[in-house]
T-cell receptor, first 110, second 117 residues
């Protein structure tokens, strides 16, 4: 079983739409959780960390459910510039070791 | 933010040749560097973890004699793909962790796209 599982999509939504991505992880001892964004042929870039209490950064809201080992990302009022692949990332118990999901592709159309 | 560079950004080579990829931390000391590989539409897969001055730790299934990693200084790590074959064609990305900073902080290089003919 993979460490991190994501629905690969693709998600195709119009501008202004709300879209949600989900992710599950297999190791209950995982320490930290993140969403990264990766544009085509580029390196991944940190979008936001995910905390148990849930956290928000502008139009982006992330949630973590440790009991279900489930992470989510909600994007409100989608912009064209949000088009990218969103990677669910988990840091394991080994120091610094990151596990990446395969990513969910989002395309926002005008 | 911290900057990590990779060189070259892309390389095309013939089958059987060796290719060296450099990963540099430009304005900080990187105690640990990670090397990843990403095939099209796949996730980043960790190949090895490299600590300055010590041997790299390879993930299961990654051949250490084929993917040579050297982390000779706190600002430079190199990955050499020896006797490259078409199946080694991939996007190779390094990341670095800064001395004294949170384990959650990793800074990624821009990646190197390798195509083996």
């Amino acid at each position: 079983r993979k460490e991190v599982e994501q629905d690969p999509g693709p998600f195709n939504v119009p501008e202004g739409a709300t879209v949600a991505f989900n992710c599950t992880y297999s190791n209950s001892a995982s320490q930290s959780f993140f969403w990264y964004r990766q544009d085509c042929r580029k390196e991944p870039k940190l979008l936001m960390s995910v905390y148990s209490s849930g956290n928000e950064d502008g139009r982006f809201t992330a949630q973590l459910n440790r009991a279900s080992q489930y992470i989510s990302l909600l994007i409100r009022d989608s912009k064209l510039s949000d088009s990218a692949t969103y990677l669910c990332v988990v840091r394991g118990s080994t120091l610094g070791r990151l596990y990446f999901g395969r990513g969910t592709q989002l395309t926002v159309w005008p | 933010g911290a900057v990590v560079s990779q060189h070259p950004s892309w390389v095309i080579c013939k089958s059987g040749t060796s290719v060296k990829i450099e990963c540099r931390s430009l304005d900080f000391q990187a105690t640990t560097m990670f090397w990843y590989r990403q095939f099209p539409k796949q996730s980043l897969m960790l190949m090895a973890t490299s600590n300055e001055g010590s041997k790299a730790t390879y993930e299961q299934g990654v051949e250490k004699d084929k993917f040579l990693i050297n982390h000779a200084s706190l600002t430079l790590s190199t990955l050499t793909v020896t006797s490259a074959h078409p199946e080694d064609s991939s996007f190779y990305i390094c990341s670095a962790r800064i001395r004294g900073r949170s384990y959650n902080e990793q800074f990624f290089g821009p990646g190197t796209r390798l195509t083996v003919l």
